[in-house]
């Protein structure tokens, strides 16, 4: 049983596309996460959802566009793809709302490369 | 701001042989400190956390680490490494107002 999956695992496109990442969880926690970590594995959060309601919004591109259907799902949309979004998209989940607390499980990830 | 620093980029080990991974922190209040590892491919696991009490924390994998406060340290040890402990991992510190912040991680390799 998997706890937090996403889909897809690799994701190649052209610059100038919109595509979306899907992620859902198993676990009945009420926080999600989206992280992106680059080609020197640095990773930085980029958004939070606790119980379907924004809680953590980074300094990310508006064309990155989170949206939580049910506290099960995250699911990440990026308009006008770019090369610089290529990277590695992990969504994870916690129990609680607390970013910085709480244990978080990761997904497998989502490699997408922008040509 | 809070920041997280491991030193090390990469390092190589044999198997059977002791390791410590380090980690230093920087955070205004109380700290939250984690260690991950991340297999190839594969997503970010918890091998253990501390939030307060007994400074020496033991995780899963046989893996144990110190916090210090006063070298803003928390490193991460194991006795005897396995091949399979070769991974990269993550050192992060949070809070309970804040996100977690991640080090750029530590690449282990273990040679047999």
């Known amino acids: 049983d998997t706890a937090v999956s996403q889909t897809p695992k690799y994701l190649v496109t052209q610059m100038g596309n919109d595509k979306s990442i899907k992620c859902e969880q198993n676990l009945g926690h009420d926080t999600m996460y989206w992280y992106k970590q680059d080609s020197k594995k640095f990773l930085k959060i980029m958004f939070s959802y606790n119980n379907k309601e924004l809680i953590i919004n980074e300094t990310v591109p508006n064309r990155f566009s989170p949206k939580s259907p049910d506290k099960a799902h995250l699911n990440l949309h990026i308009n006008s793809l770019e090369l610089g979004d290529s990277a590695v998209y992990f969504c994870?989940?916690?129990?609680?709302?607390?970013?910085?607390?709480?244990?978080?499980?990761f997904g497998p990830g989502t490699r997408l490369t922008v040509l | 701001a809070q920041s997280v620093t491991q030193p090390d980029i990469h390092i190589t080990v044999s198997e059977g042989a002791s390791l410590e991974l380090r980690c230093n922190y920087s955070y205004g209040a109380t700290p939250y400190l984690f260690w991950y590892v991340q297999s190839p491919g594969q997503g970010l696991q918890l091998l253990l956390k501390?939030?307060?009490?007994?400074?020496l924390v033991q995780g899963i994998k046989g893996f144990e680490a110190e916090f210090k406060r006063s070298q803003s340290s928390f490193n991460l040890r194991k006795p005897s490494v396995h091949w399979s402990d070769a991974a990269e991992y993550f050192c992060a510190v949070g809070g309970n107002t804040d996100k977690l912040i991640f080090g750029t991680g530590t690449r282990l390799q273990v040679f047999p």
């Open positions: 501390y939030f307060s009490g007994d400074t």
């Open positions: 994870a989940s916690s129990q609680a709302g607390l970013a910085g607390a709480d244990t978080q499980y």
